[in-house]
């Protein structure tokens, strides 16, 4: 097994597939009364966000609190951080008080990689700017092989924000590694140039949403990132909506069985309608759900499982 997860690129189709059947063992934990193992019993988990976050970080602490770990949640806000201390010394800090994993989401792309560098433990990345969420991946792949029962040959569509998004880019390595079809589809200035090639060769690209949905298994849905857009992408919001988001007649194209996904937060009516979301396809709680399974997953690998 790896020592750290700080990109989708870190798993191989062996790796990456017993992480999920490990996920899948962790979620029968859900059904007991006492919803507790002892795994990391005596090992630290710290929870470094420099970015808001609710459902990462929840999970992430729910995850390691299900294993036994003693947890310490670390928020820049009201830390040292506010101070201008640097990621290192903070990194040199939590070395110190010997923790044993270090889940980061920092809005630098890259700053896993830096972290990994600098302590003894194992590192997770919770998301790193604009670049990967490698967990979020793998949740995504459990909901789809739980919902369809294969991600081999599978055809998946992730739509929207592409540029701006890390889940993309960790779903697009981590599903074309486990034999899925991923294509990209949105509006040219979201999708960046040679984007498919660069992660990899088999992904397509669409600019025509409409044309793509009667031959997907898979629609994912993507938040439209305005907090981290300086310049003007799409002509306005209802716009984006009629030519890329998701209502009742477009998903009626879709084939029977298909599913639709959305890592969160939604912005409702805009890349997603509510009738949509909230629909018997939606897999969105779901997700949810299956982000505790999967995380549980990781940190039994990393810190206490035998691979």
């Given at each position: 097994?790896?020592?750290?997860?700080?990109?989708?690129?870190?798993?191989?189709?062996?790796?990456?597939?017993?992480?999920?059947?490990?996920?899948?063992?962790?979620?029968?934990?859900?059904?007991?009364?006492?919803?507790?193992?002892?795994?990391?019993?005596?090992r630290t988990v710290v929870n470094l966000f420099y970015e808001d976050s609710t459902r990462t970080r929840i999970s992430?602490?729910?995850?390691?609190?299900?294993?036994?770990?003693?947890?310490?949640?670390?928020?820049?806000?009201?830390?040292?951080?506010?101070?201008?201390?640097?990621?290192?010394?903070?990194?040199?800090?939590?070395?110190?008080?010997?923790?044993?994993?270090?889940?980061?989401?920092?809005?630098?792309?890259?700053?896993?990689?830096?972290?990994?560098?600098?302590?003894?433990?194992?590192?997770?990345?919770?998301?790193?700017?604009?670049?990967?969420?490698?967990?979020?991946?793998?949740?995504?792949?459990?909901?789809?092989?739980?919902?369809?029962?294969?991600?081999?040959?599978?055809?998946?569509?992730?739509?929207?924000?592409?540029?701006?998004?890390?889940?993309?880019?960790?779903?697009?390595?981590?599903?074309?590694?486990?034999?899925?079809?991923?294509?990209?589809?949105?509006?040219?200035?979201?999708?960046?140039?040679?984007?498919?090639?660069?992660?990899?060769?088999?992904?397509?690209?669409?600019?025509?949403?409409?044309?793509?949905?009667?031959?997907?298994?898979?629609?994912?849905?993507?938040?439209?990132?305005?907090?981290?857009?300086?310049?003007?992408?799409?002509?306005?919001?209802?716009?984006?909506?009629?030519?890329?988001?998701?209502?009742?007649?477009?998903?009626?194209?879709?084939?029977?069985?298909?599913?639709?996904?959305?890592?969160?937060?939604?912005?409702?009516?805009?890349?997603?309608?509510?009738?949509?979301?909230?629909?018997?396809?939606?897999?969105?709680?779901?997700?949810?759900?299956?982000?505790?399974?999967?995380?549980?997953?990781?940190?039994?690998?990393?810190?206490?499982?035998?691979?």
């Amino acid at each position: 097994m790896i020592k750290h997860l700080r990109s989708a690129a870190d798993l191989d189709a062996a790796t990456a597939t017993l992480i999920l059947d490990t996920a899948g063992e962790m979620a029968a934990l859900a059904g007991r009364e006492v919803k507790k193992l002892p795994t990391l019993r005596g090992r630290t988990v710290v929870n470094l966000f420099y970015e808001d976050s609710t459902r990462t970080r929840i999970s992430f602490e729910a995850a390691a609190k299900r294993l036994s770990a003693d947890v310490i949640n670390f928020s820049a806000k009201g830390s040292s951080v506010s101070k201008g201390e640097s990621l290192k010394d903070t990194a040199l800090t939590l070395q110190a008080m010997g923790a044993d994993a270090v889940v980061i989401r920092h809005p630098a792309s890259g700053a896993p990689h830096r972290l990994a560098a600098w302590v003894d433990g194992s590192v997770v990345n919770a998301g790193d700017g604009t670049h990967e969420h490698p967990t979020q991946a793998l949740l995504d792949a459990y909901t789809m092989r739980s919902r369809l029962g294969r991600l081999d040959g599978l055809r998946v569509a992730i739509v929207g924000d592409v540029l701006h998004s890390r889940v993309a880019r960790s779903n697009v390595l981590l599903l074309t590694t486990l034999g899925a079809e991923v294509t990209l589809v949105g509006p040219p200035t979201l999708i960046p140039v040679d984007i498919a090639a660069a992660l990899s060769p088999a992904t397509k690209v669409s600019y025509d949403l409409d044309s793509v949905l009667p031959d997907m298994d898979v629609v994912m849905m993507l938040r439209v990132q305005t907090e981290r857009m300086q310049d003007s992408y799409f002509p306005s919001a209802r716009e984006y909506s009629r030519r890329y988001g998701l209502d009742l007649a477009r998903m009626r194209k879709l084939p029977e069985h298909a599913i639709v996904m959305h890592p969160g937060p939604m912005n409702r009516g805009m890349e997603i309608t509510p009738e949509v979301a909230d629909s018997s396809r939606s897999t969105i709680v779901e997700q949810v759900a299956n982000g505790v399974s999967a995380r549980m997953a990781v940190l039994y690998l990393l810190l206490g499982g035998k691979a």
